[in-house]
């Protein structure tokens, strides 16, 4: 097993958690034996993950800007990140709507499916709860994600995974006024961090270790708590519509990787599959993050000032797998409970798709939560949501975990974009967990 790639390894845990978990259905107490014995591990791989975000962020984000020489870089990543981000957005909002218009996947599902999905699942938690979540979200007034930005406790905000933006917002600070306090007076402040950030990032090597087996655990609990099969296969057109869209959107990162950056698009993909396969099994792109800012800087080569802005800042507002999926979500709903669309409908969900991915959290489900509005913005009857909701809810899921893939790529794909348009795109440098093993053996 050692000499296996890590990608491999990860992929033969989660091809053999799906068989476990299959096998555990057939079985009377499968299901307590799986959520009791096997789930517990995959949870905590996942709070192993999420242990190390925000001081990887910190101490990667202070080492990126205390290595700047001068600010007005620092303005120039920001403002081409963002810049790109919601354009790939964008590309993937139309791409959704192009193919679920043009295959119109709601049209083919009968009066009784209808029927049976809402008496399912209109009134499942899952459902209500997404939607009066959604509520909440919305009261909020027009320019409450600057000020959501913005902690007026530092240790607040790093002590909750939910806000990213604000400790990005604190970190960025703290790392401006130590440039403009001069090299040398921030030197032990500098060394601290760049010596957290190795560490940090070694914690990231140690935790994969254990992927392959957290996979399988994460992916057996995935399977035994998935819907009746018959509702899956009803929404199997809806669900090939997503998936192709998203396939796409990784054609066309493979193609700006190798235009753009004149890289081998094959080996982006292979180098970033081991951030792809947790995104798959977590279906959290902010769970990934370690992962995804590990294999960008070591495996791919992006330099630090780069990824350690452009990664967190993507992980929390760029989502091109999730809009992709709200565009075509909606549309279908739209198709199904036979609510006609114009053309300014489509743009709306354009534009409200996009807004919605950039404040959608990067945890399971949340773009479900961000559907609602997506919904409401196009006029769709308040009391049909849930039904609408209930429609799409069995494959969620499943649809879930292909879009973090594509939400945790484009992020990487635009860390290289990023990187190169400033000349900081480098050759990569493995480092491996065992590396200084020998001195402390
Ligand atoms: N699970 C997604 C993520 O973390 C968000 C979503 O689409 O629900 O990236």
Redesign the pocket.
């Known amino acids: 097993m050692r000499k296996l790639e890590l990608h491999w390894k990860i992929l033969i845990g989660m091809v053999l958690g799906i068989v476990f978990g299959f096998v555990m259905t057939q079985v009377d107490w499968g299901k307590g034996f799986v959520s009791d014995w096997i789930q517990p591990f995959g949870t905590i791989f996942v709070k192993l993950l999420k242990l190390i975000a925000i001081p990887l962020i910190i101490a990667s984000l202070v080492k990126g800007i205390s290595d700047l020489k001068d600010i007005s870089k620092f303005r120039n990543i920001g403002l081409r990140t963002i810049g790109i981000y919601i354009l790939t957005t964008v590309v993937a909002i139309s791409i959704g709507l192009l193919l679920v218009n043009a295959l119109q996947p709601g049209n083919g599902i009968s009066e009784e499916t209808v029927t049976k999905l809402t008496e399912t699942y209109a009134t499942d938690s899952g459902v209500t709860s997404k939607i009066a979540e959604a509520t909440r979200q919305k009261d909020s007034g027009p320019l409450q994600f600057l000020e959501d930005m913005v902690p007026d406790n530092a240790l607040k905000a790093m002590s909750d995974n939910g806000l990213m933006l604000q400790v990005i917002f604190f970190t960025i600070f703290l790392g401006i006024s130590m440039l403009l306090i001069g090299e040398e007076r921030a030197k032990p402040l500098k060394d601290f961090f760049d010596a957290l950030n190795d560490v940090v990032l070694k914690m990231v090597d140690l935790i994969m270790l254990s992927a392959p087996y957290a996979v399988f655990a994460l992916l057996a609990g995935v399977v035994v708590s998935s819907s009746d099969p018959d509702l899956l296969f009803a929404l199997l057109k809806y669900a090939g519509v997503v998936v192709g869209g998203l396939f796409l959107m990784i054609v066309f990162y493979s193609v700006v990787v190798s235009v753009y950056t004149k890289k081998n698009p094959f080996w982006f993909l292979k180098e970033m599959s081991p951030a792809q396969l947790l995104?798959f099994s977590t279906?959290?792109?902010?769970a990934t993050l370690p992962v995804t800012m590990e294999r960008v800087e070591e495996h791919i080569g992006v330099d630090k000032e780069v990824s350690s802005f452009v990664l967190p800042v993507g992980a929390t507002i760029n989502?091109d797998?999730?809009s992709l999926?709200q565009g075509v979500a909606a549309v279908f709903i739209s198709q199904a409970l036979g609510f006609d669309l114009t053309f300014a409908d489509q743009l709306t969900i354009v534009l409200t798709a996009l807004l919605a991915s950039i404040g959608?959290?990067?945890?399971?489900?949340?773009?479900?939560v961000m559907l609602v509005i997506v919904l409401e913005s196009i006029g769709f009857p308040p009391d049909k949501l849930a039904i609408g909701l209930a429609l799409i809810f069995a494959v969620d899921r499943p649809l879930?975990m292909c879009?973090?893939i594509v939400?945790?790529t484009g992020d990487a794909m635009v860390s290289m974009v990023v990187a190169k348009s400033v000349g900081k795109l480098g050759k990569p440098n493995i480092k491996e967990w065992d590396d200084h093993l020998d001195e402390v053996k």
């Open positions: 995104a279906s959290s792109s902010a989502m797998g999730t999926y959608s959290a990067a945890v399971p489900g949340a773009g479900m879930d879009r973090t939400n945790v």
